[in-house]
């Protein structure tokens, strides 16, 4: 497939002001046509938010910067946290497990999985982590100078998009979720960090974390549970 539409989220609240990031790309031909990228207050606006913007078209997957999967070693660690955190050290900080996040993403996540299904069943959904997949892409530090400059060429690969840039750190969380659903689902990346668990649970059903070059981490090098 080369032509779809791909939402990308970075679930959020609304304590002085939204903070729920939403965005949708329309590639055709490997080319982005559309790009949009906007503020909601929660899953239930988010969610009007792309409806008003698909025209009744049905997405073809969604990125998500959420834990989405769960592994119940010590500290609730998974195998794909501690891979990236020894990956990237530069972004470790970032990189938490998700027992220690807040209900704001560790809740309300799964919980957009739950709604986005309910909407368009069978919908492929894919974990992100924009803070360590702007470095794994630009090796650039995820600041406010970083992350725009990011956004006004996003991607290389891709030709230049139409649409505005986003508004803010938030909005840009969720235009990156979008493009790497874009990138799992035209199929120009193969890596699955979900691969690295040997025993996930999916509290809102199945979902990958796709991700843009191999992980040497595994199950045994990797240990589920232990914090690096």
């Not at 500290?75 to 050290?89: F, I, N, S």
């Not at 100078?145 to 690969?157: E, H, I, K, N, S």
């Not at 874009?182 to 025993?199: F, I, K, Q, T, Y």
Request: proline letters at 9%.
């Amino acid at each position: 497939m080369h032509t779809g539409c791909f939402l990308g989220f970075e679930p959020g609240g609304d304590t002085g002001g939204p903070k729920f990031g939403t965005a949708l790309i329309r590639v055709e031909n490997e080319r982005v046509l559309r790009q949009e990228s906007g503020l909601a207050r929660s899953v239930d606006e988010a969610i009007l938010w792309v409806r008003e913007r698909l025209d009744g078209v049905r997405p073809d997957g969604v990125g998500i910067d959420a834990p989405l999967f769960w592994e119940t070693g010590r500290g609730g660690w998974r195998a794909a946290d501690t891979a990236l955190r020894a990956a990237y050290p530069e972004t470790r900080a970032s990189v938490m497990s998700p027992n220690g996040g807040q209900g704001s993403f560790v809740v309300q996540g799964p919980a957009l999985v739950l709604r986005l299904r309910q909407a368009w069943p069978g919908l492929p959904v894919t974990e992100t982590h924009p803070k360590v997949l702007h470095y794994a892409l630009g090796k650039r530090k995820y600041d406010s100078l970083g992350w725009q400059v990011m956004a006004a060429g996003l991607f290389d690969r891709w030709s230049q998009p139409q649409g505005d840039a986003p508004l803010a750190e938030h909005a840009y969380d969720a235009l990156l979720s979008a493009h790497a659903a874009a990138e799992w689902g035209l199929g120009r990346w193969s890596e699955n960090l979900v691969r690295l668990s040997p025993d996930p649970l999916f509290p809102s059903g199945p979902v990958d974390y796709a991700w843009p070059e191999a992980m040497t981490g595994s199950p045994e090098k990797t240990k589920p549970g232990r914090k690096p």
